[in-house]
């Protein structure tokens, strides 16, 4: 019984000397918490938005016609509706006057595009034109891609090649006739316009690069797994379906197989040596880029990842192009 009082006016005269001093101190702290936790859950001025769920977001609202569920979902929450693909936040525009409005007049502030796995393992972090961040590097890339391959001047240097595939074109056309074969149009032009676009970034046909022909199924590769889809981008936790399904490994063995060529094409520009002075106009489009990597005629560095990614997005534009 004598121990029990002892402790009282022990813990009475600790809390006197240590806790009273430190109250203010305490008091500071927790009014910076509590503010700190209103702030991380206070809500940014979105659009107005339908109801969502934990995990999959607001992918319940969507039956099996999916533009007409949108559509229900806009009369409800006006054209412009905040939509969650299970964790990818998307802005739904349902209106003919706001997309005029964000193409037009906004258009810097929507200019980016959403950044996938696929486009993060493909295209060198997103370095090429196409899903670059806008701003001094954009900008630069597109103004390479426009004098250097897109200009008059270019069109007419690349006439010879033109030419020539066209001729080559016609002569297989009428080879196949006199044999009495069948032809398939749609892939002769499509083969045509392909060894037109890479003999002018390249300077050979894809299947020129390699010896073997094997190269000429990469851009079909790539636009697969630029267009399938991710289990990581809509729900990070389920990055591993990726695995299961294939998509990773495929992925990853595109990646490889893009790199081995890229890297080829670009150690044999670099190795070839040309007389500038006597054939201006027999650079292709790597050569001319690897002219302003190494003589440093650009405002930033162009990398060799960079390069590459450009390379890739002409020749994935051509292959869009050709569908």
Same mark, same amino acid.
């Given at each position: 019984m004598v121990i029990l009082p002892l402790f009282q006016q022990s813990w009475q005269e600790l809390y006197k000397i240590t806790f009273i001093p430190?109250?203010?101190l305490l008091f500071l702290f927790s009014f910076l918490y509590v503010f700190k936790c209103i702030r991380s859950t206070g809500k940014p001025n979105l659009p107005p938005s339908p109801p969502k769920l934990p995990i999959i977001g607001n992918l319940h609202h969507l039956g099996s016609l999916p533009h007409r569920s949108l559509q229900a979902l806009s009369n409800k929450y006006g054209p412009?509706?905040?939509?969650?693909?299970?964790?990818?936040?998307?802005?739904v525009v349902s209106s003919a006057d706001m997309a005029r409005e964000m193409t037009k007049t906004h258009d810097i502030l929507f200019s980016n595009r959403p950044k996938t796995t696929a486009t993060n393992s493909l295209l060198y972090g997103c370095t090429d034109l196409a899903f670059s961040s806008y701003g001094e590097y954009w900008r630069q890339v597109r103004k390479i891609c426009v004098l250097e391959l897109l200009s008059l001047k270019r069109v007419q240097s690349f006439q010879y090649t033109r030419e020539e595939e066209v001729s080559i074109l016609?002569?297989?056309?009428?080879?196949?006739?006199?044999?009495?074969?069948?032809?398939?149009? =749609?892939?002769?032009?499509?083969?045509?316009?392909?060894?037109?676009?890479t003999r002018c970034v390249f300077? !050979? !046909?894809?299947?020129?690069?390699?010896?073997?022909?094997? =190269? =000429?199924?990469?851009?079909?590769?790539?636009?697969?797994?630029?267009a399938a889809f991710s289990w990581e981008d809509y729900f990070p936790f389920l990055g591993w379906i990726d695995i299961l399904m294939g998509f990773k490994p495929s992925l990853k063995s595109t990646c490889g197989e893009l790199d081995a060529f890229l890297d080829q094409v670009v150690e044999e520009h670099k190795t070839m040596k040309r007389d500038d002075d006597e054939h201006p106009n027999k650079?292709?489009?790597?050569?001319?880029?690897?002219?302003?990597?190494?003589? =440093?005629?650009?405002?930033?560095?162009?990398?060799?990842?960079?390069? !590459?990614?450009?390379?890739?997005?002409?020749?994935?534009?051509?292959?869009?192009?050709?569908?």
């Open positions: 430190l109250l203010p412009v509706m905040f939509f969650y693909f299970g964790h990818a936040p998307t802005l016609i002569n297989k056309v009428h080879d196949l006739c006199l044999k009495g074969v069948s032809i398939n149009l =749609s892939e002769l032009l499509i083969e045509n316009s392909n060894n037109i676009v300077g !050979k !046909k894809f299947g020129e690069v390699d010896g073997k022909g094997k =190269s =000429s199924e990469l851009p079909r590769k790539v636009m697969v797994l630029l650079k292709d489009f790597a050569d001319i880029l690897l002219q302003l990597q190494k003589n =440093s005629m650009l405002d930033f560095e162009l990398s060799h990842d960079n390069l !590459k990614a450009i390379l890739l997005e002409v020749i994935q534009l051509q292959q869009l192009w050709n569908g």
